[in-house]
């Protein structure tokens, strides 16, 4: 069969995205969930890539007479055109075979990164010839668009981590959020990009999608800007979602097949960063657990101690946020979206005065409930920066604004998903490139001064002003609303504890 793109699919997003969703049907009927079926979808896609990148460095060399460029080398037994001719029981066992082998490299290139961890959960020959013959063999994927192969990959993530019993929503940010966070970040050329706790690497590729964006174009209308290796990272806890990430990535146009990878697995709170970035964007996971039982750890008594944290606690979202102050970078930035208990436990109240007094957390947005995977989460963006100022007097926080989008607002994942114009008023009102000083009062945005928040009982910042509608028993949803999002709460908490469950007999 050729090697050609198909005549009549493939080449825009939405026939692409469809050929890929009606697959995925096929095999959601044979009991894996859409985030498995993307991650078998990626193990068959990356060795077609990786075959066809070396077909078109040998055509290259061949047309030029010159040496044939290095480049990625997959063993024979593993690589795609070994599975092509093999059939029935012959395919099943070799695809296993080939991923267990492939599994086993030490994660360092994107393809290595990719494919650690990587079992076959296609039981059925016929079905996985079908994949390899009618979906994969067809088109010749690298000539694809960037943002048509990219889009159409993270249309089966967002879908995938919208089912409840995948257990993967704990890593997908909405992307309208993600979006309103880049924007009034505004990545500039100069930056170095951060996520330590990438998920499937959305900030990272919505950082990327800005700059190119608002790059001006150079001569012949090509962008002048590249993201070189170490410009953008991220990093994740779990390697099959840090391998989704890779690939997230690659499939936007980020990284090389054979280059370093742009996500490491590993702990990000292990130690303290090798690396700074003078912009971090990130999300750390909601809960206490981790994401999933990870040996050699150095945890003592359930807290991380390093020599950069102000503060000892086995609290993971403050550690995630005092590893985010310790890897800025000065000068330097930072977006990162929290639940509630960081701004008023009092344990923490150290890390918030840390925060005050060595960086300017000049903004906090205050989200609605009902827009993550736990609908019942009462979560903020953090933004702070960080300056090459030696230490000062006093905090260098001078006002802290806050804007409510929580109070009165009811988003559901399913029902009404939070949308980008949602935070259209927040990125109006928040200036992004304009001096702060030009920012204005209105019904949802406020400024309070240092001083006033230095003096409030353990440094409380969960802050609202007159009174917040959600919490008045006057404005509660009615009683089958209430039951409907208790039910949802309870089967992300059940999705989670499945996919532990899952992976501990898997692993």
Avoid at 155 to 182: C, H, M, W, Y
Avoid at 229 to 234: C, E, K, L, S, T
Avoid at 252 to 272: C, F, K, M, N, R
Avoid at 464 to 482: A, F, K, N, V
Wanted: some cysteine; charged content about 20%; proline content about 7%.
């Amino acid at each position: 069969m050729t090697n050609t793109p198909d005549a009549h699919w493939g080449s825009t997003t939405e026939e692409l995205t469809n050929r890929l969703w009606e697959y995925c049907g096929l095999l959601r009927d044979r009991g894996l969930t859409t985030i498995e079926y993307a991650e078998q979808l990626t193990y068959l896609l990356l060795l077609k890539m990786a075959d066809e990148q070396s077909r078109q460095l040998e055509r290259r060399a061949l047309a030029f007479g010159e040496p044939e460029a290095a480049h990625l080398v997959v063993p024979p037994e593993c690589g795609w055109e070994s599975l092509t001719r093999l059939r029935g029981k012959a395919l099943r066992d070799g695809h296993r075979q080939a991923l267990a082998h492939l599994s086993a490299q030490d994660p360092g290139t994107t393809f290595e990164t990719v494919f650690a961890d990587a079992k076959s959960r296609i039981h059925d020959a016929g079905l996985l010839e079908k994949l390899i013959a009618d979906l994969i063999r067809p088109v010749e994927w690298t000539s694809l668009q960037p943002d048509v192969l990219g889009s159409a990959y993270e249309f089966l993530l967002e879908k995938g981590t919208n089912e409840v019993r995948s257990g993967a929503g704990q890593f997908f940010t909405p992307r309208p959020l993600v979006d309103a966070i880049v924007t009034v970040t505004q990545p500039q050329l100069a930056d170095t990009v951060t996520d330590p706790a990438c998920g499937t690497g959305g900030f990272l590729i919505a950082a990327h999608q800005y700059l190119l964006s608002h790059v001006p174009e150079g001569p012949y209308g090509r962008r002048r800007y590249d993201l070189g290796p170490g410009r953008i990272w991220g990093q994740d806890l779990v390697p099959r979602t840090a391998g989704l990430a890779a690939m997230n990535l690659l499939l936007h146009g980020l990284g090389s097949i054979d280059g370093p990878s742009l996500v490491t697995v590993g702990d990000a709170l292990a130690e303290p960063p090798s690396r700074r970035a003078s912009l971090v964007l990130s999300h750390p996971p909601f809960g206490t657990m981790q994401a999933l039982p990870h040996a050699g750890t150095p945890l003592a008594d359930g807290r991380y101690r390093r020599a950069d944290f102000p503060f000892l606690t086995a609290n993971k979202q403050i550690n995630f946020l005092q590893h985010i102050m310790s890897v800025m970078d000065a000068p330097g930035r930072g977006a990162v979206i929290l639940p509630d208990n960081v701004l008023f436990e009092p344990n923490a109240e150290p890390v918030r005065h840390h925060l005050l007094h060595e960086f300017d957390f000049h903004t906090l947005l205050r989200l609605p409930t009902g827009i993550f995977f736990a609908g019942g989460v009462k979560a903020n963006v953090l933004f702070f920066e960080k300056d090459r100022q030696s230490a000062a007097a006093g905090p260098r926080t001078s006002q802290l604004w806050v804007y409510d989008l929580r109070s009165g607002s009811r988003f559901s994942r399913g029902r009404n998903p939070l949308q980008r114009t949602h935070l259209d008023d927040f990125v109006q009102a928040y200036l992004p490139g304009r001096p702060r000083t030009e920012r204005r009062d209105t019904e949802c945005f406020r400024a309070f001064g240092v001083n006033e928040l230095l003096q409030r009982d353990h440094l409380n910042l969960d802050l609202w002003w007159d009174h917040d509608p959600s919490e008045d028993p006057g404005s509660l949803l009615p009683p089958e609303q209430i039951a409907q999002d208790i039910v949802a709460d309870l089967q992300a908490a059940l999705g989670e504890f499945e996919a532990l469950a899952s992976a501990a007999r898997k692993g």
